[in-house]
C-alpha cells in the first residue's frame, strides 16, 4: 500500500491535470487513441504538474517514485499514464533492473499504443542502456522473452528497447 505522502502526491498530479483539461483536445484524443479516458491536459502542464509535485516531495526514494508511478498509471486516464511515463524518465537516474518487471506490467496493461512506445523509447531503453554489465544482461534477457510473447505491446516493446543496445 502506498504511503500517505505518496496518494498525496498523485492527488496533487490529478488535480493539477484536471485543472488543465481542455474537452476539446479529450476529444481530439479520444479520436485519435481511443481505449482510454481523457482529461484534454497538455504535455506541457502534465510536465508542469509533475515538477511541482517533485519540489513539493523533493527526496521521494526510489520505492516512492514507482509507487508514484503505479498510483498514476492505474488509472485508466490517457494523461495520468503519460505523467507516470515522464515521471519515470525524469528520474531513470533511481531506476533499477528490477524495475522492469513493473514496467511490463504497464506495456501488458496499456491500452494505449502510443503511451506503450514512449515507455519503450523513453523509460526501458535508456534503463536498458544505462545498466552495468551483471544488471544489464538480466535486462536483456527480459527483454528477449518479452520479444517472444504472445502481448503486441511487449514484442514491439522488445524491439525498441533492444535497438542499438
Known amino acids: 500500500m502506498a504511503s500517505q505522502r505518496i496518494v498525496e502526491a498523485c492527488e496533487l498530479v490529478d488535480e493539477a491535470l484536471q485543472y488543465e483539461s481542455s474537452w476539446q483536445r479529450a476529444e481530439e484524443h479520444r479520436a ?16 508542469a504538474s509533475l515538477r511541482d509535485t ?15 508511478s503505479s498510483l ?17 524518465q525524469s528520474r531513470l537516474d533511481v531506476l533499477i533492473v528490477s524495475d522492469l ?29 544505462s545498466l552495468g554489465d551483471r544488471d544489464r544482461a538480466r535486462a536483456e534477457s527480459v527483454v528477449a522473452r518479452w520479444s ?8 514491439r516493446a522488445a524491439q525498441i528497447a533492444a535497438a542499438d543496445s
Open 32 to 47: 485519435r487513441f481511443g481505449g482510454v479516458g481523457y482529461y484534454g491536459t497538455s504535455v506541457g502542464a502534465i510536465r
Open 54 to 68: 517533485l519540489r513539493r516531495f523533493p527526496e521521494l526514494t526510489h520505492d516512492e517514485i514507482t509507487a508514484l
Open 72 to 88: 498514476l498509471w492505474a488509472a485508466d486516464v490517457y494523461e495520468r499514464r503519460l505523467a507516470a511515463v515522464i515521471l519515470l
Open 101 to 129: 518487471t513493473r514496467l511490463e506490467g504497464f506495456l501488458r496493461s496499456g491500452t494505449v499504443d502510443e503511451l506503450s512506445f514512449v515507455l519503450a523509447r523513453d523509460v526501458i531503453r535508456p534503463l536498458v542502456l
Open 148 to 155: 517472444e510473447s504472445e502481448s503486441p505491446g511487449l514484442r
